[in-house]
């Protein structure tokens, strides 16, 4: 298997704005983010756990759907990356406006 290369900035440039796209329409689901975001990020287990102030252990809980982290833990991770932690509507907004605007009976 192939090791990991760190991206180039360029890469992370891309990687951030299509992350950033994917957060905007709703596609951005946990605990998977995370793991998109700290390689968008180019960063390993061990550098995003120490720029987020929590362990490695709990990035890797959490990369695995293992943890339960705390409201806190989850803005330290979401500040990284210029979001935050907020409810986001299960269906995209263009879905919701064509059913709202369907007549009722």
Sequence with gaps: MPRWKKPTKEEVRENRSRLSERAATGELRFPS???????SLGLTQAQFST??????RQVLE???????????TLERIARLFGFTVGFVPKEPA???????SAPRR
Excluded: L, Y
């Excluded at 959490?62 to 806190?72: V, Y």
């Excluded at 263009?94 to 709202?100: E, G």
């Design 62 to 72: 959490i990369e695995t759907g293992k943890a339960n982290p705390t409201i806190e």
């Design 51 to 56: 720029i987020a102030g929590i362990t490695k």
């Design 94 to 100: 263009s879905i919701r406006q064509s059913s709202s």
């Design 33 to 39: 983010a995370v793991v998109e975001i700290r390689k």
